[in-house]
Structure formats: C-alpha cells, structure tokens
C-alpha cells in the first residue's frame, strides 16, 4: 500500500489543510483520497473541492484505477456535498465507528470531465 500527503497553502508560507491518499493497491486498482481544510476561516470557499477534483484526476492519470473509496462522518456536510459534486455516491455507512457514523462513498471508472469518476 503506497499514502502521500501534500499540503495546501493560502498566503505565502501559509498551510490551510491538506490533499492526501492511502490505502493505494494499483494491483486491485483501488485508493483512498481525502482533504482537510483545517482553518475554518477557509471552509466552504471551495479549496477542499478543488484539491479532491485535482487529486482525483491524478490518481486517475498516474495508476490504473478502477475505483476511489472516500470516508466521512455522516454529518460533514461540506465533504458529502464535494463529494456528490464530484459524481461519488454513497454505498454505505458504519455504524459506530469511531462514535459516529461514517458514510461510505466510493466512485468507479474513468474519471469524467474535470476529472471526476463517473458511472
């Protein structure tokens, strides 16, 4: 399994969150990306949409990949909503993991316009 993290930064020198991947199989053609954006004066500007859209079409570009898997608390409605923009459904949720409820979301194929996978 291969993981990366990056970092995003808004002012010079500035870190605002990051862009990361993990659980990357190319033998079963399959990783986990996500993003944080950590200071809150930043959320809901789009930041966290555009470091997903970009990664996504990354590990698009860079592996055979066959399907991105992502992961939230079920009551992150920032990340459901980029989420779903991005063209990612939910497949599921795991009860009490963590104390809360993750949804589970996951997209296949080939990434779409703008790099988004698409059914």
Avoid: C
Wanted: glycine content about 18%.
């Amino acid at each position: 399994m291969i993981n990366r993290t990056v970092s995003l930064g808004g002012a010079v020198g500035q870190v605002i969150g990051m862009a990361d991947y993990r659980d990357l199989d190319p033998y079963a053609g399959v990783a986990t990306p996500g993003v944080t954006i950590g200071e809150r004066e930043f959320w809901g500007r789009g930041h966290g949409s555009d470091a997903l859209r970009l990664l996504v079409g990354h590990l698009f570009g860079a592996y055979s990949l066959s399907r991105l898997e992502l992961d939230t608390w079920s009551g992150n409605e920032r990340a459901v909503r980029a989420f779903t923009r991005l063209g990612f459904h939910e497949e599921g949720r795991r009860r009490s993991a963590g104390k809360r409820d993750n949804a589970a979301r996951r997209g296949a194929g080939q990434p779409g316009p703008g790099g988004t996978s698409q059914r």
